[in-house]
């Protein structure tokens, strides 16, 4: 319930378009009203054989509730479409912009498939909050007031009468078919997530279950929730059709109940006969406005379901806070840790421990360190998608602190060892840098990097991820999109590892040069193959999160410490053409 307040509270903005829709509703279901009783009005009276002009009024009734049915429910239909269209985007306007600034570290816990559950499916089913939960009641409300006014004006046995039976078919049947319902929308919200993690898995992995021969297993897993899924399915079906015929049943025994306290009325001549069917007409007719009201205790649990799914990620706390009042991006582009400490959550050894370093502006710095030193986590604090511990970390004279978070990535190129590559052409990929970069920008880059062969085909589809070219091209792509972003701070965390050493060593040569031109960029490089070490103003030597050694190559050499025997370890094979540096 408490997820249901909360979901209106978001889509209250829209409150007047659902009313709108909701009293649409009545008249439509109204105009049927008044249609069958002017009909029934016409038939008891030609019945009695009157002359035409007493059967001037249902005839003129019959006109216009008819032409009115038809004109309202097309106009009921456009404005409940667009009023449930309207609170969809902004419901999925509200949820992207309370997820942006948990990615990427707190979305890290959820399931990708779970993720997209909650971003599509569960959204999408709140689609019904409006259209199946909001709606209907108001609607079947402002009939049963109508009902009630109308009998009221016979007699007020009848309006009492009738409203013990709306009561019953609003309340009584949609509590009993909630209770047999109860718990499936979150049983089925909680195995289509799984399911479609497990989808996403299988196609992702089938080569390495293919590879493991672990094919069979999955497919059993997958086969076996998916029956568990039809299991829920079949439930609801079975629940939901009940709902008509015993809706039904209501009606008629409502239409006994009236018959037996209105035809002492008509036999002592209360109420003229002719009125009969017209009531009788008016109670059946009034039902349509309750037969949607047992499906939404249905929705209602599947929006509160939604609702929680959805609440559950949006009140997370950011790993990172926004400052309310950013300051300017500086003008100078020097890199400060001051003891900065760092915990990953759920785990109780530091990543990080008191690790201070200055890089100065235009300075060229490379970092190093065995697999696990925390080499590339000093890069997300740097780009805020952590948040340390303790110490502060400053670009120029600011604490990034007190900088926006999108300004600062806008402001580091980076290409890291994991690059996503979208599915779409090269150009696109290109242009997610420079949106407003034109072909000569995009060639240069690609050429740059290395990748002149994919000046001619811009327009070439990448493949899934990117799996039309090979683990080089992605990077070389990622190195073209740093380029074309034109960042004064440049992070290069394992960029190259995918590339031959010929290749690399031309693209680090050029990265060094750029980073030379005026005004020199501030480069980071994160590595662990010692190339062009020499080129460096400073080398960082990281080991279990604290800086064990740093100075310039030929410094360190001297000190024989863990940078020299990784040195040595590493070029003792290396062919003399590379050892340019030593
Ligand atoms: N999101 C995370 N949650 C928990 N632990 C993490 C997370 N990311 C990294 N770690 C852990 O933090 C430590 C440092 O990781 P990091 O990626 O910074 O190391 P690295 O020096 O860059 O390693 P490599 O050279 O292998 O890339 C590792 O032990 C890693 O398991």
Redesign the pocket.
Known sequence: MKELLRLLGIIRTYHWWMILAATLGFATIGSGIGLLMSSAYIIAKAALQLPFHELQLGIAGVRLFGLARGVLRYIERLVSHSTTFKILSGLRVWFYESLEPLAPARL?QYKSGDLLQRITKDIDSLENLYSRVIAPPLTAIMISALLWFLLGSFSPMFSITLLCFHAFAAVGIPLFTGHINRGTATKMAGIQAELQSMTIDFVQGLGDLMLFNRLDDHTEKLYRLKTDELKLQRKQALIQRLHEPLIGLLMNSAVLALLWTLTPQVSNGTIDGIYTAVIIIAVMASFEAFLPLPDATHHLETSATAGKRLFEIIDTKPAVPSPHHPERFPDVHSIKFENISFT????FTP?LSSLSLQIEEGEKVAII??????????T?LLLRFWEPSQGDICIGDRSIRNLDPETIRKNIGIVS?KTYLFSTSIRENLLLAKPDADDKELKNSLTFAGLSSFTTKLDQWVGQHGMKLSGGERQRMAIARMLLQDAPIIVL??ATANLDTVTEKSVIQSILGLCNKQPAKTLLV?T?RLRDMAQFDKIVV?EKGCIVEQGAHHELLKKNGLYASMWSLQHRQTPPELLTDS
Do not use: F, M, R, V
């Open positions: 890290l990953y959550p759920q785990t990543t360190g065995p697999s696990g030193a925390g080499k590339s986590t000093i997300s060892q965390d394992e994160i662990h990281l």
